[in-house]
């Protein structure tokens, strides 16, 4: 069953989750703040998917805007491997969040192989627009 969740234990199974599976990118305390954060703020949305009461898929949105209209960033996606379809179940319901809430698009950054990326999800609707170009910047201590 997936659904919004607003509540602290499931916000830090899905911040461990995300440190768990990406570390490298993943600080658990920003990442369990902005959840929290964004809870009261409005602008995050968390999904979870949970069968006899243990999670098997999770999905993190931000609502964001560019130049042309609102759209949602997905954050984090994480589907237990026993569970493949989920991923696209999960997808399927962010898609009805954006709908509500009068998104035009929703963006998924990965550095994963965007074509692997693109079988996966493609027939979702989902294609590839865009190329990121990333600095990292050392901060002045």
Not at 120 to 139: M, N, P
Request: net charge neutral; hydrophobic share 40%; charged share 25%.
């Amino acid at each position: 069953m997936i659904y919004r969740t607003y509540e602290l234990d499931d916000y830090l199974e899905v911040a461990y989750k995300a440190e768990e599976y990406k570390s490298s990118f993943v600080n658990l305390s920003t990442f369990l703040d902005l959840m929290v954060v964004g809870k009261y703020q409005g602008n995050i949305v968390t999904l979870v998917s949970k069968e006899q009461g243990k999670m098997n898929g999770c999905l993190v949105l931000s609502r964001a805007m560019d130049l042309s209209s609102g759209l949602l960033n997905l954050l984090f996606i994480w589907v237990d491997p026993h569970f493949p379809r989920l991923v696209y179940d999960l997808l399927k319901v962010a898609d009805d969040v954006a709908r509500e809430e009068g998104h035009k698009r929703i963006i998924i950054g990965t550095n994963r192989n965007p074509k692997a990326v693109a079988r996966r999800i493609g027939k979702l609707g989902y294609h590839q627009t865009a190329v990121i170009f990333e600095k990292k910047v050392d901060s002045d201590d």
